[in-house]
T-cell receptor
Framework: DTEVTQTPKHLVMGMTNKKSLKCEQH?????MYWYKQKAKKPPELMFV???????INESVPSRFSPECPNSSLLNLHLHALQPEDSALYLC?????????????FGDGTRLSIL | EDQVTQSPEALRLQEGESSSLNCSYT??????LFWYRQDPGKGPEFLFT???AGEEKEKERLKATLTKKESFLHITAPKPEDSATYLC??????????FGQGTRLTINP
């Protein structure tokens, strides 16, 4: 069992749908991350929140909209996605927002776009 | 630009056959090197953090070492349950981790 919980585990949506991915951690971490992972590839960073503020956006298309309601929760709002957006979406957290601390990952949401 | 290269891309071993995975990195200033294990359909599981050359960490059959240019993940007498993809990542000062492509390890019984 991981300490970063992601819901749902699987999601199938059409290109016109709106859905949200959710992530929760109770480790007291102050940085949270969204990654996208394609098959046989490493995770690819999308967004970083540090102390509940967006600190990094890796030029992600606006059809992906992150939200950090509080230090334990992270959402990713999805709208008008494309088939190439089908992937495993991973959430991670770390104690601080720097790159000198390990990130702890959830088991992801498997997203399929029809 | 920070770069991480892992080798080999894939490795098949017999149970009990020890070996090493390599992670070569190029960063302006290493802030941390991280090893992860990822099973199919799961998120990466954190294994080790290394911060300075000469540092070593151990956990069960795994031992990670670090030099100024590379890190090794040594696997001693592996078992089939050690089969997974092993990812290396570095923090180089850009406030984010740079991942290697991973090594897919298969341990045959």
């Amino acid at each position: 069992d991981t300490e970063v919980t992601q819901t749902p585990k699987h999601l199938v949506m059409g290109m016109t749908n709106k859905k949200s991915l959710k992530c929760e951690q109770h480790m007291g971490h102050r940085a949270m991350y969204w990654y996208k992972q394609k098959a046989k590839k490493p995770p690819e960073l999308m967004f970083v929140y540090s102390y509940e503020k967006l600190s990094i956006n890796e030029s992600v298309p606006s059809r992906f909209s992150p939200e950090c309601p509080n230090s334990s929760l992270l959402n990713l709002h999805l709208h008008a996605l494309q088939p190439e957006d089908s992937a495993l979406y991973l959430c991670a957290s770390s104690r601080g927002g720097g790159d000198n601390q390990p990130q702890h990952f959830g088991d992801g949401t498997r997203l399929s776009i029809l | 630009e920070d770069q991480v290269t892992q080798s080999p891309e894939a490795l098949r071993l017999q149970e009990g056959e020890s070996s090493s995975l390599n992670c070569s990195y190029t960063v302006s200033g290493l802030r941390g090197l991280f090893w992860y294990r990822q099973d199919p359909g799961k998120g990466p599981e954190f294994l080790f953090t290394l911060y300075s050359a000469g540092e070593e960490k151990e956990k069960e059959r795994l031992k990670a070492t670090l030099t100024k240019k590379e890190s090794f993940l040594h696997i001693t007498a592996p078992k089939p349950e050690d089969s997974a993809t092993y990812l290396c990542a570095v923090g180089g000062g850009a406030q984010k981790l740079v991942f290697g492509q991973g090594t897919r390890l298969t341990i045959n019984p």
